[in-house]
T-cell receptor, first 110, second 111 residues
């Protein structure tokens, strides 16, 4: 079975902190994604990566950056966390068809 | 721009009923459509993937259909059980990289 693992289920960070969310997949997938999910807004794409060191902005990249140094790992970075980045963050990976998601990270910025 | 809509936003039915969840999309040029299940506070679990060349896919009590020309997909759940209670999301893949999600249908099965 494909496994997508996010490093934390719950995180609490202070405003202004630099925050790293890590995602690892074990199926050699080329494509990896970061979404955030908010009530009433659904899932919104932040960034995606189609290969090592390759990345593209999604619909809401402001305030975020990403890193993909190895194929299996895709990191989301909040450069300076703000309260409006409190959300559920979901990582996904796939080759070309079926997408697989991690368990989600509930981030609270206080 | 591709838009995905799921109606209704919430649905409550008694246990044992068969039910249909609906998904519509605005651009018929898609690669595939995927149905997911999400339990509260959890990630998404893939249920079914329908390639653009397929009309339907089945897994156990679940059957998903796809009509690209009309921009519609349905997820049929047979003999519903309380454990089926969750939010169901459909997602459309209309480019090599981007997956667009509907807002989901929150399903509650009453014992």
């Amino acid at each position: 079975d494909v496994k997508v693992t996010q490093s934390s289920r719950y995180l609490v960070k202070r405003t202004g902190e630099k925050v790293f969310l890590e995602c690892v997949q074990d199926m050699d997938h080329e494509n990896m994604f970061w979404y955030r999910q908010d009530p009433g807004l659904g899932l919104r794409l932040i960034y995606f990566s189609y290969d090592v060191k390759m990345k593209e902005k999604g619909d809401i990249p402001e305030g975020y950056s990403v890193s993909r140094e190895k194929k299996e790992r895709f990191s989301l970075i909040l450069e300076s966390a703000s309260t409006n980045q409190t959300s559920m963050y979901l990582c996904a990976s796939r080759r070309t068809g079926e997408a697989f998601f991690g368990q989600g990270t509930r981030l609270t910025v206080v | 721009k591709q838009e995905v809509t799921q109606i209704p936003a919430a649905l409550s039915v008694p246990e044992g009923e068969n039910l249909v969840l609906n998904c519509s999309f605005t651009d018929s040029a898609i690669y595939n459509l995927q149905w997911f299940r999400q339990d509260p506070g959890k990630g998404l679990t893939s249920l079914l993937l329908i390639q653009s060349s397929q009309r339907e896919q089945t897994s156990g009590r679940l059957n998903a259909s796809l009509d690209k020309s009309s921009g519609r997909s349905t997820l049929y759940i047979a003999a519903s059980q309380p454990g089926d209670s969750a939010t169901y999301l459909c997602a459309v893949d209309s480019s090599a990289s981007k997956i667009i999600f509907g807002s989901g249908t929150r399903l509650s099965i009453r014992p």
